[in-house]
């Protein structure tokens, strides 16, 4: 099955975060690339967006990968990824982490990888034994003593951040990195199988732009947080410093780390079988 029936024309799925800003300013700039449009979104938007068929590849959340890697590629060199502290994937709670056995937390919709990271690191790293809701912010500082703690990411975990400064704030980049002594990936780009994409022209448009703009990206790091710490807002020198602890490689550490994420999910029942990663 190709995807686009015969068109030219491919969807490539973008999260919209600030931590995407040094890959999407330069994209946006550079005009249409050939043979593709681009959609942005929220990483759970995207994970089924991609599943779904409506997209052809897309920047996914790395459990979302795992669950459905029969289907897709990765593709080459590129995820979003950290090496220690990430700034915005955080666990915001009322009281200190070893005190969440038998609490209720309160877990962001908006990604899959955050949300297992969570899991691995308070059953897996540390034995507890928490209760678990999907909901907003809204909904947990509603709850009042209902709900312990939330998990938060992207823009909304810096907004929290700088707004609620009286919650412990757990890192939970910093902890895996800690614990494991590897770096994590949160989203890859992933290629579906059935795209009718591999050794195509298109394909090669798209990685070559990829390049382009994260090379540009990483130039312009201090234009670009300047442009983007307003929608926190933040000032722009944090701004810069955060997006400094972005990485946007995907190295043979940073495989061996995702591997490492996915074996312990496999262990722990939260994935059903061990995924291959295969890249394009």
Same mark, same amino acid.
């Given at each position: 099955m190709t995807l686009n029936e015969g068109e030219e024309t491919f969807r490539l799925g973008v999260v919209n975060y600030i931590n995407t800003a040094p890959l =999407?300013?330069?994209?946006r700039e550079k005009g249409p690339i050939q043979g593709w449009e681009i959609v942005e979104d929220t990483p759970a938007a995207l #994970?089924?967006? =991609? @599943?779904?068929? %409506?997209?052809?590849v897309?920047?996914?959340?790395? *459990?979302? *990968?795992g669950?459905? *890697?029969?289907?897709?590629?990765?593709?080459?060199g590129y995820c979003i990824s950290a090496t220690g502290t990430v700034g915005s994937v955080v666990l915001y709670s009322k009281v200190p982490i070893y005190e969440?056995?038998?609490?209720? /937390?309160? =877990?962001? #919709?908006?990604?899959?990888?955050?949300? #297992?990271?969570l899991y691995i690191i308070l059953e897996y790293f540390n034995g507890l034994a928490p209760k678990y809701v999907t909901g907003t912010f809204k909904d947990f500082k509603a709850a009042r #003593?209902?709900?312990?703690? *939330?998990?938060a990411i992207g823009d909304e975990a810096l907004k929290i951040n700088r707004a609620y400064p009286d919650y412990y704030a757990y890192d939970l980049a910093s902890i895996w990195y800690e614990t494991t002594s590897l770096p994590f990936v949160f989203a890859?780009?992933?290629? @579906? @199988?059935?795209?009718?994409? /591999?050794?195509?022209?298109y394909l090669e448009n798209l990685k070559q732009r990829l390049e382009l703009a994260y090379h540009e990206g990483a130039r312009r790091l201090d234009e670009i947080s300047a442009m983007v710490a307003g929608r926190i807002p933040m000032p722009q020198v944090d701004c810069l410093s955060y997006l %400094?602890? /972005?990485?946007?490689?995907?190295?043979?550490?940073k495989l061996k780390g995702l591997a490492h994420f996915f074996k312990l999910l496999h262990q722990m029942g939260r994935l059903s079988a061990l995924p291959e990663i295969v890249e394009v």
């Open positions: =999407l300013v330069p994209l #994970n089924s967006m =991609l @599943r779904a068929g %409506k997209i052809h897309g920047l996914i959340s790395s *459990y979302a *990968y669950q459905d *890697y029969q289907d897709y590629f990765v593709l080459k969440l056995s038998s609490k209720t /937390i309160c =877990l962001t #919709n908006q990604s899959a990888t955050s949300v #297992n990271l #003593n209902d709900m312990a703690a *939330y998990l890859l780009w992933a290629v @579906r @199988r059935d795209s009718g994409l /591999i050794g195509t022209k %400094k602890g /972005i990485e946007f490689d995907l190295s043979r550490l």
